[in-house]
């Protein structure tokens, strides 16, 4: 193969989504040169699917390098961890000041902040880029996010734009996010966004419409549906909309087959983890995480069944239409409280790392071609381009309006489902959340007196905060005490 300078970009990695990305960015116009460790997967690609395209392969590192333009361009789509971390000290001999890596895969921020710190110090320009949208979104418009250093954005803005998935209003599904691993960390709490979303349908509406009042898969479609057509107006509602009323082969629904143990990846863990790494009450993320976790185990959920005791009746005998228009209330509130703790843990992380995070962009960039598109992100957008130091969601006229119409919906959607005994965790937490966040004297002060009682880990006045004092409360203790920190 010809090691002729000619690609404007390079993608290493050539599983499915490597592939359908590099057709993505040779359908928009730019010549790319395609790597994989297994070289005979270079000709197979371009033998079969690349075929007919302007895509050009490598089979070596240098002769990979060696077609790029300068600056080069270079993704990385390979499985995070070490093997980023290999393919780096691989291409580092082979580039020049300059030169740009990019990782596009599911990498942890921490990492993708150390390695935007290492490649800084040997001049080169590391960019983590969160990628959203799956195989189909690769292929014909992902979600894309990406940080790091910040010259590197005026090279890739052409392609990153060009090849993101449009929102309605034809904007592209791409901004710069920020420094360091800014845009990995983005990517993490979409991720967590979307763990907590998923149980937001499935807990309520479909336990207590199935459960509670007892339709069929197709009339629980047709819910779905309709609120597809309001507020409500989303991917993820679509879809449930779909396997609500798909039929196997013998024309009975395949959701009822499906064994109800859920899985997960870890980004949903990590973004709870970073949660309390920040002192930030991201709940329902957690709660969501925790869900799947309670799922998993159920040969002991089936045992449990058999012999634990719940309301003598699990079936609704109230106003049913009423309920319904309740479960969208609910369904709404507790979406917007989602997104608020979303942008909450970006807030503090974004601080913590002078990220500098624009948040319009990002509620921009997720309008489009990822799994948590929804039409209300536009009002997020608008609600951080009237403030772009908007302290939360929840304090933009908008939001208030909306929480305070539908509290009513959610409360009684809740009720319901705590007296028929049906589980909604992520709803009920996300309702105490909204409580707690509006109180302004929370039961914390008996919380510190009782620390301070049985470990002399002291206390602040109302009328003096930040002075931190210790009371002999047995007049046994003394009064040495132990030091402050934060929870």
């Known amino acids: 193969m010809s090691a002729e300078a000619v690609a404007d970009f390079g993608l290493i990695g050539l599983a499915v989504m490597g592939q359908n990305l590099i057709l ?25 699917e690349a075929k007919g395209t302007n895509v050009v392969g490598a089979h070596s ?29 691989t291409l580092l001999p082979h580039l020049e000041e300059g030169d740009i890596v990019i990782d596009g895969g599911n990498s942890h921020y921490p990492d993708t902040q150390r390695r935007y710190e290492y490649l800084t110090s040997k001049n080169i320009l590391f960019v983590g880029c969160g990628v959203s949208g799956g195989e189909e979104g690769a292929r014909h418009g992902p979600s894309l996010m990406p940080g790091g250093n910040p010259e590197a954005w005026p090279h890739l803005k052409p392609i990153f734009q060009a090849i993101a998935a449009k929102a309605p209003d034809g904007a592209p599904c791409c901004d710069w996010v920020g420094e360091g691993g800014a845009g990995h960390f983005v990517k993490m709490v979409h991720n967590g966004i979307e763990h907590a979303l998923v149980p937001l349908g499935k807990d309520l509406a479909l336990l207590i419409v199935r459960d509670g009042i007892g339709f069929t898969d197709d009339e629980q479609s047709e819910i779905f549906a309709q609120w597809n057509k309001g507020v409500l107006d989303s991917f993820l509602i679509e879809i449930t909309t779909d396997i609500l009323r798909f039929k196997d082969e013998d024309g009975q629904p395949l959701l009822e087959k499906i064994r109800d143990a859920a899985g997960q990846k870890g980004t949903g863990k990590w973004t709870a983890i970073a949660a309390l790494d920040y002192g930030m009450p991201v709940t329902l993320i957690g709660e969501a995480v925790f869900s799947r976790c309670l799922s998993s185990i159920k040969d002991e959920r089936v045992r449990a069944s058999k012999i634990l005791a719940g309301p003598a009746s699990s079936q609704y005998t109230g106003d049913k239409a009423q309920l319904i228009k309740d479960l969208e209330q609910a369904m709404y509130a507790s979406k917007i409280i989602s997104y608020a703790q ?99 004297r929370l039961p914390a002060n008996m919380l510190q007196a009782q620390r301070d009682y049985f470990g002399a880990h002291t206390y602040e006045l109302e009328a003096n905060p930040g002075v931190y004092i210790h009371t002999n409360w047995t007049g046994r203790g003394g009064n040495v005490h132990a030091s402050t920190y934060d929870a």
């Open 24 to 48: 993505n960015i040779n359908d928009n116009g730019f010549k790319v040169c395609a790597f994989n460790r297994t070289v005979s997967k270079v000709d197979h690609f371009l033998e079969n």
């Open 342 to 440: 979303g942008f909450m843990l970006m807030r503090e992380a974004s601080q913590q790392y002078k990220w500098n995070l624009n948040y319009g962009s990002i509620a921009l960039m997720w309008r489009g071609g990822c799994i948590i598109r929804s039409a209300f992100l536009g009002d997020i957008k608008n609600a951080f381009d009237k403030n772009k130091d908007l302290e939360n969601l929840l304090f933009d006229p908008f939001f208030q309006e909306a929480t305070a119409k539908a509290q009513s919906g959610w409360r009684n959607a809740i009720c319901a489902a705590t007296t028929l005994g049906i589980p909604v965790p992520a709803h009920s937490t996300a309702l105490s959340f909204y409580d707690g966040y509006r109180t302004a």
């Open 61 to 89: 590192v240098e002769e990979f390098v060696a077609k790029l333009k300068r600056p080069r361009k270079i993704m990385l789509l390979v499985k995070a961890g070490s093997a980023v971390d290999k393919f780096i000290e």
